[in-house]
């Protein structure tokens, strides 16, 4: 399977999550008001989130696919730059559930009853554990190919636990009458989003911050490589920074008689030469094909 294609599927299966979870996002917040559960809007807001993460790693990944020879360090800021504005979504939401926790913690201690549905509460949490299984379950198939994926998958696990929470305290309540538990389970899936937005907004502000650096234009990379003795065409040139040093991949297509003579080697040593005088290109990962590679 080309890189390409291992994209596109890998798109395709966080296209399947995010359906699934952004459903049963709209079921959790239909569900918090009728069982009155501040802990189910609490993880409907913490997948509202996730799924606005996934939503922007999709657009990137179809940018990505669109231009697929232009993989660079532009798209690292890009993601940056989303990545941040998630983080401020999870700091805002977990604020709100906090605030609205407190509050409610405040009216139970004057004895006001929160009316919490406990079989509503389990009975969605029990839905959520059907739903991001699924989810999880396409993700965890895909997770080898991509770190999107990957990264995706452990969220979508870590929500089939968080369901598995939600549940259990729902059947607590149910048994125990203590409505308490609803906050305290809300309180605890917020100081989760809270951490996770923080780190989230931190590690997205010191990629911003990272001195940008002018990478070579790809157009002319590709001319400096085809300008080589012995290179017929060159296709699927990446450009990007690796620990700090220019790095720069390509699939190269010899001509006819270099097959022959097999000199491939010699080839790869020449066009490296070449990238290297030019470009000041220090690492090159260069897949060398034969001129009658059945692709071409």
Same mark, same amino acid.
């Given at each position: ?18 359906? &699934? ?14 069982? =009155? ?13 996730? =799924? ?11 940018? *990505? ?17 989303? @990545? ?25 201690? !004057? ?6 549905? $406990?079989?509503?509460?389990? %009975? ?45 305290? @729902?059947? &607590? ?11 305290? %389970? ?10 996770? @937005? ?5 590690? /997205?502000? !010191? ?15 590709? !001319?400096?490589?085809? %300008? ?21 991949? *390509? ?14 080697? *010699? /080839? ?11 470009? $000041? ?11 009658? /590679?059945?692709?071409?």
């Amino acid at each position: 399977m080309t890189d390409l294609t291992t994209h596109q599927a890998s798109r395709n299966r966080l296209l399947i999550a995010l359906a &699934l979870t952004c459903t049963f996002m709209i079921i959790q917040v239909i569900g918090a008001y009728y069982a =009155n559960s501040l802990a189910v809007l609490a993880d409907a807001g913490h997948l509202f989130v996730h =799924n606005s993460s996934l939503f922007i790693a999709l657009l990137a990944s179809a940018v *990505a696919i669109k231009l697929a020879k232009t993989y660079n360090d532009g798209y690292k800021k890009a993601e940056y730059t989303g @990545g941040l504005l998630n983080g401020l979504l999870y700091l805002s939401i977990a604020v709100i559930i906090l605030l609205e926790g407190g509050e409610r913690l405040g009216h139970h201690g !004057q004895g006001h009853d929160l009316n919490v549905n $406990a079989f509503a509460m389990s %009975s969605i949490a029990a839905v959520g554990f059907l739903f991001h299984g699924a989810s999880a379950w396409v993700l965890y198939k895909g997770r080898k190919d991509s770190i999107n994926v990957y990264a995706v998958f452990l969220h979508s696990f870590f929500d089939l636990l968080s369901t598995i929470s939600t549940f259990v305290a @729902g059947v &607590l309540i149910h048994l125990t009458n203590w409505e308490v538990i609803d906050i305290v %389970s809300s309180m605890l899936i917020s100081v989760f989003v809270l951490f996770t @937005g923080i780190k989230v907004i931190y590690t /997205c502000i !010191q990629g911003l911050r990272e001195k940008a650096q002018l990478l070579p234009d790809v157009e002319k990379l590709e !001319q400096s490589i085809l %300008s080589t003795e012995h290179v017929d065409s060159v296709h699927n040139v990446t450009v990007t920074m690796l620990d700090n040093q220019l790095t720069v991949g *390509a699939h190269i297509v010899l001509k006819h008689h270099c097959t022959n003579e097999m000199h491939d080697e *010699a /080839c790869r040593l020449e066009v490296e030469r070449t990238l290297m005088k030019g470009f $000041a290109v220090k690492q090159c990962v260069l897949q060398i094909e034969s001129h009658d /590679c059945p692709d071409h």
